[in-house]
Every structure is written in C-alpha cells, then in structure tokens.
Nanobody
Framework: QVQLVESGGRLVQAGNSLRLTCAASGRPLSSYAVAWFRQAPGHERSIVAALSWGDRTDHYADAVKGRFTISRDGTNNRLYLQMADLKPDDSAVYYC???????????????WGQGTQVTVSS
C-alpha cells in the first residue's frame, strides 16, 4: 500500500500562486493513477485534477482549467499541484489520492492523504 502526506496549504491572497506537495511512501506513485481532490465546508469532495497511470491522460475540473497543473515526480515519489491565479472559491481542504485507475468519483479512489488547508482571501 501507498501512504500519502500533503503539505503546502496556507492562507494566500486572491491572484497569488501556491504549490501543494503530496509525499508518497510504501510504494511508488508511478504504480497508480493519482489525483487531487478538494472539499469545502458544506460541499462534497470533488476532483480537481488527475493523472492516469503512466501519465497518458490528465483531467482537470472546469473551474481550474488553465490555472492549475498536476504533475508527478517519479524520482522523489511526489505529486504536485501548482495553483495560479487563486480565487476565494478555491478555498478548501485539498487531498491527494491514488488508485488503480483514473476516475472522477471520489469513491473509486483507494488511498488518501490527511488533507491540507488552502484559504484564499479576497
């Protein structure tokens, strides 16, 4: 099994950039499809961005297309989410996840980190 730990979340002003990191251990992230999800208070957990196994396919939520970039570092066994032009609506707890295949449904993802809080002030 893979263990996931997110970091990098903090309070930022709207318009700024932030990079989240997900450090994996136990198994190589290259063995999985990987994703970032987010959950704001009163909302369901929803997918932000994902990469299929082998990075053949990527997926971005409409709300973040053109602003967020997901990337995988096989050497260091890490997953990143580069976020630009942040908006108050991006405020949420961000989770990294791993699974056997890419799905937009949170229920299909097997392994989760504990989450990191991103707050964007206007």
């Amino acid at each position: 099994q893979v263990q996931l730990v997110e970091s990098g979340g903090r309070l930022v002003q709207a318009g700024n950039s932030l990079r989240l990191t997900c450090a994996a251990s136990g198994r190589p992230l290259s063995s999985y499809a990987v994703a970032w999800f987010r959950q704001a208070p009163g909302h369901e957990r929803s997918i932000v961005a994902a990469l299929s196994w082998g990075d053949r396919t990527d997926h971005y939520a409409d709300a973040v297309k053109g602003r967020f970039t997901i990337s995988r570092d096989g050497t260091n066994n890490r997953l990143y989410l580069q976020m630009a032009d942040l908006k108050p609506d991006d405020s949420a707890v961000y989770y990294c996840a791993a699974a056997s295949y890419l799905s937009i449904n949170a229920e299909q993802w097997h392994f989760w980190g504990q989450g990191t809080q991103v707050t964007v002030s206007s």
